[in-house]
């Protein structure tokens, strides 16, 4: 009936890209030679099929994982001191190696870094382990390849190039192949996208005429051929290359021919296809980054402080060693009762050492090591919290990283897809219009109304109907004469006209200058006169309580972003449907071709803004992924963010995975907001990597956005949860626990320098050695955990119901600079009034019946039970409550 279909269901395939010099061997007919082995290079893949590949491409092995075994102690280790403490700690282990410097041991903070540190390399391989874990339940699913004249079942991670598979019918695609048959007439094949663009609706591939009557394994054994393609490259859209079979014109081969990895396969049987990007080269994989190492905002505030904490401790040991040098020269010929004759005197650098030494305990070197227990114990708390449980998908939350758990209680913009994370990703069929009227799925007015006939709108509902049902892709049928026809929703056209038409599209197809536009130009010549019959209603509902979630975090000042590859009005109801605009807002939609228009557009929303402009105002910006592009290059990017920081709501529709990412990179990049990005699809990995803390949503895309993410989720409704309880109590406990190991060790150890005016800036000790080493690992070992775990500002019950207290962690309340040094200023003024009181009441008393003074030790020893004391006080006067209540596991 309409040929003609056939060529609009291909015309993305027209507009790719050829190399030239594949356009003029087709043109030549000298194309049959087969290539030579050593043609691929760089820029251009040779694969030979059922011929041995002379090049060995890159495994079909993926891992998300952030260590291997020869990885994981450089990167630990870089990892770990990252962080100021630990590179401070070294230093001073190294100093302690020193002889007759250390007035504390050699071994007093040596033993215990390196505690510290295997503790947090424990930590850090469970947490990768399960990271492999995710990653080899990929790489164990099996597909069948061709191996002689039988099909083979072996594991994905054993395919390589040239492999011919044979993959079916609701299977995932194991790696990028292209299509060579399938069970449906003509190599076409039906498949879902959705994991990696978000759109639900099926996708028609379609086999090469000359490989679609390959269909049994001694046909395919016999195919001996080449592809010859592109790079491996990200671009979800696009293919370039061409099949070469020996002594035989090429074919060329185009996005209509690619099976990608992440796609399913849908309503056809099977399909025979040839591996061509393998791993880490397909272009999901592409469009993926390799994990990255996440720090908190707390860790960088902690970082900053503690450099800052160690330029005072730098300044405290320089004003010591010169006190030092000053006593000695004044009281060195009168202090004669102290035999300095009999001693060598230290100078300045030996006595500055000293000093390092004996005060390097003000920054706690147990703080890392109580951070990463009880982070570790917080992320079991997400775990196991039943509410988070989703009966349906037998999913709980799961935390595969625990050193964000206090970044999920500061979020401050969440970037969310759409398909499968706002919404179900469950299509229902619900009406139709059709003839000005309009039936319901469960109206059986549609049905009488066809078996009625009569009339020109039952004539437009039976050929709606007709269409509806074969023509929601171009299908080709095999009549009973043979031949084939293609039936499509397109008039019927007259051969004259086509022929005519079809070759000026050869022509614009073929041409290397301008040829998107002209091909876009012929194929106006056709799409017009078009009728409308009619239209369908499909509904993705939104899942459960999205829109009371997004209405909670707008309270809770959290700006919700949607980036969806779907349709521009498809996301806008949607935005509509789950309450994040409402109809009294300004739409600013932002939708151009070019550069200059898309400067234009934005200079003239920034200018309407005016003083407005940075604050929030009642409009949402929608833009598509073609504008963004624009918006996202050099010179737009600040006044584009300050356009989106303007509006309450931003929707991106249209985008691909980089354009995902490159949106989270511009919100990291140009404000100081801790930023969340979640999805379900692997088109969403990029930018849950790229966000301060990726949240996957295990769905109906599979598990790829949970292999890449930090925190998994089963609906996006157990965000609320998430950030409002977990979120805040870590941030809020952990703000507690960091500040009160700082007050602890300065509380104590600030003594030295005190006790250092009294003892004529000797740098000795004041305190005995075994109590210095268990005054962290003992005597005040449990209140910085029962902070770290158990303190919370209020019930989960209050956080939830009011979202206006999760401000509080989001805008750093807790913990800042000021703050910070409040608690010094505290601690520095609990040191004065512990050592000095005491050392005036022992002054002249006589401590024993015997009538003998107790010594320094005396001094010491009472000093440190009121330091104890004191902090054990300190700490009840400091929690705010105390939760007890963990939950329970749900049966998995």
Known sequence: MNVVG????????????????????????????????????????????????????????????????????????????????????????????????????????????????????????????????ADRRVNVQEVEVLKGYHWQWIRWSKLKVGDMVRVRNDSLFPADLVLLSSSEPNAMAYVETSNLDGETNLKVRQGLAHTSKLLEPKDLNRFVCTVECESPNRHLYEFVGTLRELGKPAHSLGPQQMLLRGAKLRNTMWVFGIVIYTGHDTKLMKNSSFPPLKRSTVDKVTNGQILWLF?????????????????????????????????????????????????????????????????????????????????????????????????????????????????????????????????????????????????????????????????????????????????????????????????????????????????????????????LLGATGIEDKLQDQVPETIAAFLLANIHVWILTGDKQETAINIAYSCKLIDPTMALLIVNEDSLDATRETLLKHVHEFGEHLKRENHCALVIDGRTLKYALSHDMRTDFLDLCVSCRAVVCCRVSPIQKAEVVDLLVQGTNAVTL????????????????????????????????????????????????????????????????????????????????????????????????????????????????????????????KYPVLYKMSQESQFFNFRIFWLWVINALAHSIVLFWLPAWAMAHDVMWPNGKEGGYLMLGNSVYTYVVVTLIQYFYQEQSGVDLAFGQSPVR
């Open 6 to 133: 056939r060529y609009l269901g291909n015309v993305g395939d027209w507009i790719q890209t050829r190399l030239l010099r594949d356009i003029r061997q087709e043109e030549d007919g000298t194309s049959s030679a087969p290539p030579d082995p050593q043609a691929a290079h760089a820029d251009l893949r040779v694969v030979f099929v059922n011929r041995p590949q002379p090049e060995k491409y890159t495994s079909n092995r993926v891992s998300t994982a952030k260590y291997n075994l020869i990885s994981f102690l450089p990167l630990f280790l870089f990892e770990q001191f990252r962080r100021y403490s630990n590179c401070f700690f070294l230093f001073i282990a190294l100093l302690q190696q020193i002889p007759d410097v250390s007035p504390t041991g050699r071994y007093t903070t040596l033993m215990p870094l390196l505690f510290i540190l295997f503790i947090s390399a424990i930590k850090e391989i469970i947490e990768d382990i399960r990271r492999h874990a």
């Open 311 to 531: 330029f005072l401790l730098i300044v405290i040991c320089v004003i010591s060693a010169v006190a030092s040098e000053i006593w000695s020269a004044s009281y060195l010929s009168s202090a004669w009762y102290l035999r300095f004759d009999d001693i060598v005197i230290s100078n300045f650098g030996f006595n500055l050492l000293t000093f390092i030494i004996l005060y390097n305990n003000l920054i706690p070197i147990s703080l890392q090591v109580t951070i990463e227990v009880v982070r570790l114990i917080q992320a079991t708390m997400i775990n196991y919290d039943v509410e988070m449980y989703h009966e349906e998908s037998n999913m709980c939350a799961m935390a595969r990283t625990s050193n964000l758990n206090e970044e999920l209680g500061q979020v401050k913009y969440i970037l969310s897809d759409k398909t499968g994370t706002l919404t179900k990703n469950v299509m229902e069929y619900k009406k139709c219009s059709v003839a000005g009227n309009v039936y319901h799925v469960d109206d059986d007015a549609l049905s009488k109304r066809l078996k009625e006939g009569g009339g020109s709108d039952a004539i437009l509902l039976k050929e709606f109907m007709t269409l509806l049902a074969v023509c929601h892709t171009v299908i080709p049928e095999i009549d009973s004469l043979g031949e084939i026809k293609y039936q499509a929703a397109s008039p019927e056209i007259p051969d004259a006209r086509y022929d005519e038409w079809k070759q000026r599209m050869e022509e614009a197809r073929l041409s290397m200058h301008m040829r998107e536009q002209k091909v876009a130009d012929a194929a106006e010549l056709i799409e017009k006169d078009l009728v």
């Open 677 to 800: 990005a979640v999805g379900d699809g692997a088109n969403d990995v990029a930018m849950i990597q790229r966000a301060h803390v990726g949240v996957g949503v295990s769905g109906q895309e599979g598990m790829q956005a949970v292999c890449n993410s930090d925190y998994a989720v089963a609906q996006f409704r157990f965000l609320r949860k998430l950030l409002f309880v977990h979120g805040n109590w870590c941030y809020h406990r952990m703000c507690k626990l960091i500040l009160y190991s700082f007050y602890k060790n300065i509380c104590l150890y600030v003594i030295e320098l005190w006790y250092a005016i009294w003892s004529a800036w000797s740098g000795q000790t004041l305190f005995e050695r075994w109590c210095i080493g268990l005054y962290n690992v003992l005597f005040t070992a449990a209140p910085p955990l029962a902070l770290g775990l158990f303190d919370r500002v209020s019930t989960a019950e209050t956080m939830l």
